[in-house]
């Protein structure tokens, strides 16, 4: 026993090694490949419940061996030392645009994007849900809990956490094809009392309605990235801040605009740099794509590039853990745009790709 215990470290040390030498031996794009994900798949949520393990919650899967996409209700965990994926108990329900966050190694899904109406079995919008639930990984068990207060159900926020409490801002209540919503609603979710609790007036709600968007917590302060307000194109550059010391303060906007407006990104925060990647609602592309990179400092509010992402993608979530930000899975090309997949016809294209930044 003592000699496996012993082997099973050396490798799970040797893994975290291989993985950290490839992000040094890569300076000249800081990107390294990591194991696919099970399936293609993007609009899932992404989070860390602890250091060595990241989920991945509901989103749009390929339907069979077609181009065309299906709601999911998977949940998958990717082990970082090992870089393995492993497939657990599904979400109680199919969503996409999932809230997600972890607290105290729990994973916490506040509300989404659920099927709506149909019309000869045909579902013709995505509406919000306001189910919430909770799990737990060590019992791979999901548990109910108090839903969205009415009249805030959404999908699509930007979610940041500090301690026991986990703030969403912004989100959308219907997708369709012709026609997608904003909102400018801020709520928060106690996790130790299981309560959605009320904020005060002047941080309930953004300067600008915001969905699609990306951002986090860092030190006491809660930054909504970029995103988009009412459809693909109408994309944003700002940054807003909210001290959550001072809540009665407000919202501020920050001096520093990111270079490329874009919504459908993803980032994340290692120290006090926020870095954000990809998005969709792009002219200049054939797919509709963003590829940029770039990385916001909080002291100083000034924006710097970082390139291109090897695999320029949307509609995923990153998670920042152990000094590297992973990006698994995302849509290849924006959402609705018709393009050509080996002479098929696609209006969506997930993809399994995974991989992460190390700054």
Known sequence: MRYSLKLVSTTVLGLLELVSAACSANNSSNWVNLAPIPSPRQEQGTVAINNDTIAIVGGIVLDGNTTNTVMTDLLQLYDIPSNTWKTVTPVPYAVNHPNVAAVDGKLYLLGGLVMGRTISGISVNWVASGDCRVYDATKDTWTELSPMPNGTE??????????????????????????????????????????????????????????????????????????????????????????????????????????????????????????????????????????????????????????????????????????????????????GKLVYVNGVRSFMQPTAHFDAFCP
């Open 154 to 335: 959404r999908g699509s926020a930007i979610v940041g956490v500090r301690g026991e409490m986990v703030y969403l801002a912004g989100g959308m209540t219907i997708l369709q094809d012709t026609y997608q919503d904003t909102a400018d609603t801020v709520t928060a979710f106690n996790t130790t009392s299981g309560e959605w609790q009320r904020l005060p007036a002047a941080a309930a709600v953004l300067p600008e309605g915001r969905q699609h968007g990306t951002g986090a917590v860092i030190g006491n302060a809660f930054y909504v990235v970029g995103g988009r307000w009412f459809g693909q194109t109408n994309t944003r550059d700002t940054v807003y801040e909210l001290d959550l010391t001072d809540l009665e303060a407000g919202w501020q906007t920050s001096k520093g605009h990111m270079a490329v407006a874009r919504g459908g990104l993803n980032g994340g925060a290692i120290g006090n740099r926020f870095y954000a990647f990809g998005g969709e609602g792009n002219p200049d592309s054939t797919t509709g794509v963003f590829g940029q990179s770039e990385v916001f400092d909080t002291e100083s509010q000034q924006w710097t590039g970082l390139g291109t992402m090897p695999v320029p993608r949307h509609g995923t979530q990153a998670a920042a853990v152990g000094g590297r930000i992973y990006i698994p899975g995302g849509g290849l090309q924006q959402d």
